[in-house]
């Protein structure tokens, strides 16, 4: 009886486990629709700013300075929650490829769950919290650009930060390692327009406020992608789980049904010895 009450505890739990766990996979397949929507936008948002800047590097591009001493920099995006396989140790794999045998870069690394990879990185490494839902992502950008805005006080003079961001990409289905600052306007190959756009602030100036829109919008998209992927890290992750849990149940089903079926025989055993002795006292009893 012991190992039968023993056995059904267990298959409680586990079934208490595995409703806990499909919630959860729920709520990570809710989080992919929402985030489907604010990722497209944005894909769009930044594909119009490159474009725009291709054209002003077309026709302004004489007129902008020389190119600065850069000095790099990663950011790498992970997850602030677990439950998602490799997703992290991918995600320093491709930083600690990136990095090469670089000595000076400066590695910002947001998402509390990449600190146990971290000890591989070979330079100091700032560590902030990450998003984990589209609504964080707005207040985590906030602490990535103060932290960006403190590594540049320590730059040299004329020295600017050469940003790469290494994330999960929606698009690519695996990492992506994209330059995000200086802003990349590269002259397109054909001219969008005839003639240059008029332009209502000094070539200069309207590059650094582009700057900052690009570096804006490239950031969202770069965690609303992290996060997308994360999230579908999360659903393979928890099926796995849940499929594996299924199965254990099931086993502790079948030895809960043997162990029973055992007992219900000795008790019929025991049923048929009473019933023999019963009929035996009665037969002396009334000889």
């Not at 604010?38 to 725009?52: D, K, M, P, R």
């Not at 870069?105 to 839902?133: F, I, K, M, W, Y």
């Not at 730059?155 to 992506?176: C, K, M, Q, W």
């Not at 330059?179 to 002259?187: E, K, M």
């Amino acid at each position: 009886m012991s190992r039968l009450h023993d056995l059904r505890t267990r298959i409680e739990s586990l079934d208490d486990i595995d409703n806990i766990m499909v919630a959860m996979k729920n709520i990570a397949f809710m989080e992919t629709r929402r985030l489907a929507q604010f990722l497209s936008a944005q894909q769009h948002a930044v594909a119009n700013i490159e474009t725009a800047a291709g054209d002003f590097i077309n026709h302004y591009g004489h007129a902008l300075p020389l190119t600065a001493t850069t000095r790099d920099a990663y950011l790498v995006i992970g997850s602030e929650r677990g439950l998602c396989g490799d997703f992290n140790q991918r995600a320093i794999d491709a930083l600690l490829e990136q990095l090469g045998s670089h000595t000076q870069a400066n590695v910002l690394a947001v998402g509390q769950r990449l600190e146990p990879h971290l000890v591989d990185v070979p330079l100091a490494v700032t560590l902030l919290s990450g998003p984990s839902v589209a609504e964080d992502v707005t207040p985590v950008l906030i602490e990535v650009a103060k932290s960006l805005a403190n590594m540049e006080k320590d730059f040299p003079p004329d020295t600017v930060l050469a940003l790469t961001a290494i994330y999960h990409s929606d698009e690519t289905n695996g990492i992506r390692a994209r330059r995000i600052l200086p802003l990349p306007a590269t002259p397109s190959d054909s001219l969008s327009t005839a003639f240059p756009p008029q332009l209502n602030l000094d070539p200069r100036k309207l590059l650094t406020q582009l700057t900052e829109h690009y570096l804006f919008a490239a950031m969202h998209e770069a965690f609303f992608s992290s996060l997308m992927a994360e999230n579908q890290f999360r659903l393979e992750h928890m099926n796995q789980a849940i499929q594996r849990l299924e199965r254990k149940v099931a086993d502790i089903r079948l030895q809960y049904n043997a162990w029973r079926q055992e007992e219900i025989t000795e008790e019929i055993e025991i049923i048929m010895l009473s019933v023999e002795a019963l009929a035996k006292f009665s037969t002396n009893f009334v000889n």
